[in-house]
Nanobody, 115 residues
Framework: VQLQASGGGLVQPGGSLRLSCAPS????????LGWYRQVPGKQRELVAT???????NVVDSVKGRFTISRDNAKNTVYLQMNSLKPEDTAVYYC??????????WGQGTLVTVSS
């Protein structure tokens, strides 16, 4: 089972993108869904997480600009990104943790913010 992330692309500063991530096959019930991002040469960093009950955690650097949401029936997670900045440029990875503490990662989708 893999997670399939989509929605990345090239956008101008101030623009918006919506990332989606869904499992490619059957997956156990998921407790925690999240998004991470990574710039070449740097460690992967947390962007946002959301639990099955809707409790959200968003890092300060994107607070007020990014919104995480999920569809529990589909084990799908979304990241709405508004007011994008060049420093948001990265490969974005989705992440899932099941109730049995199994972890799943998506393949990554590239977001480039540039004029």
């Amino acid at each position: 089972v893999q997670l399939q992330a989509s929605g990345g692309g090239l956008v101008q500063p101030g623009g918006s993108l919506r990332l989606s991530c869904a499992p490619s096959g059957s997956i156990p019930s998921i407790y925690l869904l999240g998004w991470y991002r990574q710039v070449p040469g740097k460690q992967r960093e947390l962007v946002a997480t959301i639990t099955s009950t809707g409790s959200r955690n968003v890092v300060d650097s994107v607070k007020g600009r990014f919104t995480i949401s999920r569809d529990n029936a589909k084990n799908t997670v979304y990241l709405q990104m508004n007011s994008l900045k060049p420093e948001d440029t990265a490969v974005y990875y989705c992440h899932a943790v099941s109730y049995s503490i199994s972890q799943y990662w998506g393949q990554g989708t590239l977001v480039t913010v540039s004029s």
